[in-house]
């Protein structure tokens, strides 16, 4: 899976060093992937990260079959 950063992203990254593309991807793979309520495009992905046991979420467009860009990522805890 090929991950873009939107420009969002970018800004709000250099706050959130901790979540990592790694992470990004584990969390898209295994968690539902649910519509956003607010944009039609947009999707959400939660799970939580094993090593830690926190909950992130994410949210993302489909760009192609194997493409995501990430809007914004964030811990729930």
Known sequence: MKIESSFHWLKQKKYRFDITDDLIEFCINNSAKLKDRKWLN???????????GRT??????????????????????
């Not at 947009?42 to 830690?52: D, E, H, L, V």
């Open 42 to 52: 947009a999707y959400n992905s939660i799970s939580k990260i094993p090593p830690s």
């Open 56 to 77: 992130l979420k994410i949210v993302f467009r489909e760009k192609g079959k194997n493409i995501k860009r990430i809007i914004t990522a964030y811990w729930l805890d």
